[in-house]
């Protein structure tokens, strides 16, 4: 009876463990298809590119993504994850995967992504869910803070209705407050108790240093993606100043964090856009602000194809080695002894 029983729950984790990717992946393709299709194609007839500008800012919004896997294998080994050796590829791989998810509605999906796709190698769970919970928060406070530092000290954002920027600084500082481990700690306790989930063990808990260190790995990220976006907006138009590269970046990084917040809409779409275009039409004319939204849209989400591209590629010459290997002569012989 046990045994049915033991074989009936291995069957059914076997069928969960091939339906979950399906899930995702007809989940994405469902909501990329929406996004796509949200677009505002007839705004871009006519504009004229800068294809440098536009190969600089995928270069360097590429490089953020990766700086990105950076950041979460340092939170990943300062949580005292193990087995992260020599799994560089996969797991980048990985968080490729799981970074798409924010395409999908629901702002816990690129956190379940990485926790089961990278527990799939042997990583701990409880330590991908504090991570990617930390990372959540980590990126928010840091993106916040660099904006309302760059925003609040230009005087072209005194135009903004006030109540924006008390809303602006209020999200701040409950990020900042959410951040202080004991409150992070007690956050995500009461959590698992409302799921029956075991409590944290002490070696998972982030320590002050982590969350510090942390926070500015994610302050300098919102700088270099906060550059790319600059570059892309000049590409179409062509008479932004350098001098605005700064409120460039401010504008960018508010968006990103307020869309991160926003965790009802994939991606968050029509949050971000709908922040950045308020922002950017004090930087240029308010058609040319909407036309740069919608591009930075569609090469936000070029660029996430592409990353998603390059760290495949690796895994498929990893699987030609592996495979080159189990079908050796030698392999061979040895099985047949």
């Given at each position: 009876m046990e045994?049915?029983?033991s074989?009936?729950g291995?069957?059914g984790?076997?069928?969960?463990r091939r339906?979950?990717?399906?899930v995702f992946?007809?989940a994405?393709?469902?909501?990329?298809?929406?996004?796509?299709?949200?677009?505002?194609w007839?705004?871009?007839?006519g504009v004229e590119w800068?294809?440098?500008?536009?190969?600089v800012?995928?270069v360097?919004?590429?490089g953020f993504r990766?700086?990105?896997?950076?950041?979460?294998?340092?939170l990943?080994r300062?949580?005292?994850?193990?087995?992260?050796r020599g799994?560089g590829?996969t797991?980048?791989?990985?968080?490729?995967k799981?970074?798409?998810?924010r395409?999908?509605?629901?702002?816990a999906?690129?956190?379940?992504?990485k926790?089961?796709?990278?527990s799939?190698?042997?990583?701990?769970?409880?330590?991908?869910?504090?991570?990617?919970?930390?990372?959540?928060a980590l990126?928010i406070?840091a993106?916040l803070?660099?904006?309302?530092?760059?925003l609040?000290i230009d005087?072209?954002t005194?135009a903004?209705d006030?109540?924006i920027?008390v809303?602006?600084?209020?999200?701040f500082v409950?990020?900042?407050i959410?951040?202080?481990?004991?409150?992070?700690?007690?956050?995500?306790?009461?959590?698992?108790?409302?799921l029956?989930?075991?409590?944290?063990?002490?070696?998972v808990k982030p320590?002050l240093?982590?969350?510090?260190?942390?926070?500015g790995?994610?302050?300098?990220?919102?700088?270099?993606?906060?550059?790319g976006y600059y570059?892309i907006?000049?590409?179409?138009?062509?008479?932004?100043?350098?001098?605005?590269?700064?409120?460039v970046?401010?504008?960018?990084?508010m968006?990103?964090?307020i869309?991160?917040?926003?965790?009802?809409?994939?991606g968050?779409?029509?949050?971000?856009?709908g922040?950045?275009g308020?922002?950017?039409?004090?930087?240029?004319?308010?058609p040319?602000?909407l036309?740069?939204?919608?591009?930075?849209?569609i090469?936000?989400?070029?660029?996430?194809?592409?990353?998603?591209?390059?760290?495949?590629?690796?895994?498929?010459f990893?699987?030609?080695?592996?495979?080159?290997?189990?079908?050796s002569?030698?392999?061979?012989?040895?099985?047949?002894?």
């Amino acid at each position: 009876m046990e045994q049915t029983e033991s074989g009936t729950g291995g069957r059914g984790r076997r069928v969960l463990r091939r339906a979950v990717p399906i899930v995702f992946y007809v989940a994405l393709a469902g909501f990329l298809f929406l996004y796509v299709r949200s677009v505002d194609w007839g705004q871009l007839a006519g504009v004229e590119w800068n294809w440098w500008w536009v190969a600089v800012a995928t270069v360097i919004s590429l490089g953020f993504r990766y700086w990105g896997v950076g950041i979460w294998f340092f939170l990943l080994r300062r949580l005292g994850a193990e087995n992260l050796r020599g799994s560089g590829v996969t797991l980048t791989h990985v968080y490729a995967k799981s970074w798409m998810g924010r395409y999908i509605p629901g702002a816990a999906t690129w956190i379940i992504g990485k926790v089961y796709f990278a527990s799939q190698h042997g990583v701990s769970k409880a330590r991908l869910g504090v991570s990617g919970l930390l990372e959540g928060a980590l990126q928010i406070a840091a993106t916040l803070a660099l904006a309302l530092v760059l925003l609040l000290i230009d005087p072209r954002t005194h135009a903004l209705d006030p109540w924006i920027i008390v809303l602006m600084i209020a999200a701040f500082v409950v990020c900042v407050i959410c951040l202080v481990p004991r409150v992070f700690v007690a956050l995500i306790g009461f959590a698992l108790r409302i799921l029956r989930r075991r409590p944290l063990e002490d070696d998972v808990k982030p320590a002050l240093g982590t969350v510090v260190v942390g926070a500015g790995l994610y302050v300098l990220g919102a700088v270099i993606s906060g550059t790319g976006y600059y570059f892309i907006s000049l590409a179409v138009y062509p008479s932004l100043r350098v001098q605005d590269a700064a409120f460039v970046i401010g504008a960018a990084s508010m968006a990103s964090a307020i869309s991160m917040l926003a965790v009802f809409a994939p991606g968050g779409l029509g949050v971000r856009e709908g922040v950045q275009g308020l922002l950017l039409a004090l930087v240029m004319p308010g058609p040319v602000a909407l036309i740069v939204v919608v591009v930075t849209r569609i090469w936000s989400l070029a660029v996430d194809a592409l990353f998603l591209l390059t760290t495949a590629v690796p895994t498929w010459f990893g699987r030609g080695k592996r495979a080159a290997v189990t079908t050796s002569p030698t392999n061979a012989d040895a099985t047949k002894a």
